[in-house]
């Protein structure tokens, strides 16, 4: 019997899958149109769409890098399985940008006189 070399890998399949169907469960939900996003979006068959949302097989290659393309829910939990922490708060700095513009558009308008009272 031959020893296994290497390093092992610091997460698991299991772990992969799981952690990518909740992201992908969060962003499109569970429905039949949630398979057909996710086969629009990598040209895979219903079954593996289906596999994918059920968290028993995740993503390989170029799957992968068409659900990034789409998903920046998948973006994050690939960047934090990666351990890329630092990374994963640059997926989300233009959308807070844009909560922020808004915010700060609100107080402006409740701060500015209406009027003569």
């Given amino acids: 019997m ?28 569970t429905s039949h149109r949630a398979i057909k996003t996710l086969r629009h ?3 895979a ?13 995740g993503p390989s290659g170029l799957h ?8 920046d829910h998948a973006l994050q939990v690939v960047l934090e399985l990666a351990q890329r922490n ?4 640059v997926i989300w700095l233009p959308a807070l940008r844009e909560r922020l513009l808004d915010t700060a558009e609100l107080i402006e308008a409740c701060l500015s006189p209406s009027g003569s009272h």
């Fill in 2 to 29: 031959i020893a296994k070399m290497g390093n092992p890998f610091p997460i698991s399949a299991e772990t992969y899958a799981g952690a990518l169907a909740a992201a992908l469960r969060t962003e499109l939900g």
């Fill in 41 to 43: 979006w990598t040209d």
């Fill in 45 to 57: 068959s219903e079954r593996t769409a289906k596999h994918w949302l059920a968290g028993s097989h």
């Fill in 64 to 71: 992968l890098i068409e659900l990034i393309r789409h998903s």
């Fill in 86 to 89: 630092s990374s994963v708060a």
